[in-house]
């Protein structure tokens, strides 16, 4: 299946989290969206593998995506290095995105960081052709560099490069993300296991306010923000004017 969108999270919610606002406008644009999740969160506090497969399937039908799966690195272990940027631009050469929307460069968690920097430098080879990798049939496969990688915020603050207007999607980007019913704030007599620094319910109003100060940026209610390695060109000044501000 050919993707137009791409997104990649290194933990199950990364995606919801990050950019689940933007590939439900997408959706709504007709393109066609997928979910790559590096790790099954597996060093996660609360909840289980089961749990988090069930969270995440439940998600990814609320965002509208047409495929979710799973590459089961290693929770905090993984690395960028030959093995698993293998594994990943076998991904990428298998659903062929135009954009791929990935984890931040730099975090609270390493892991973020670290995926963020795989996932650039997998699509970058991806491209190459030089580099020989097998479908899941044993097929050789095609080379495929996707035109443009986004980074989306996590929680350290990073000045964005693109903002995109997700108030028309935010509400069903608010349940995306509560569908992770195991991670975050959902009861507060706390009997459903520790506290954590995503299960408070301050983790969700700084979700929320998060997107508020974006939004407010570009002269909308709630935006997403994202980081670009290249340069953003555009066809006509007239994708500038968004609102009246
Ligand atoms: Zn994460």
Redesign the pocket.
Known sequence: MKLDILAIG??P??VELGCSGTLINEKRNGKITGIIDLTQGELGTRGTIETRYAEAAKAAEIIGVSVRENLRMRDGFFKNDETHQMQLIRAIRKFRPEIVIGNVLDDR?P??GRAGHLISDACFLAGLAKIETLDDNGNPQLKWRPKFVLHYLQDWYHEPDLLVDISDSFEQRMESIKAYSTQFFTDPTGKEGPQTYISTPDFLDAVIARARMLGKRIGVKYAEGFITEKKIGIRSLDSLVLVET
């Open positions: 290194v933990h919610d990364d968690h892991d973020h």
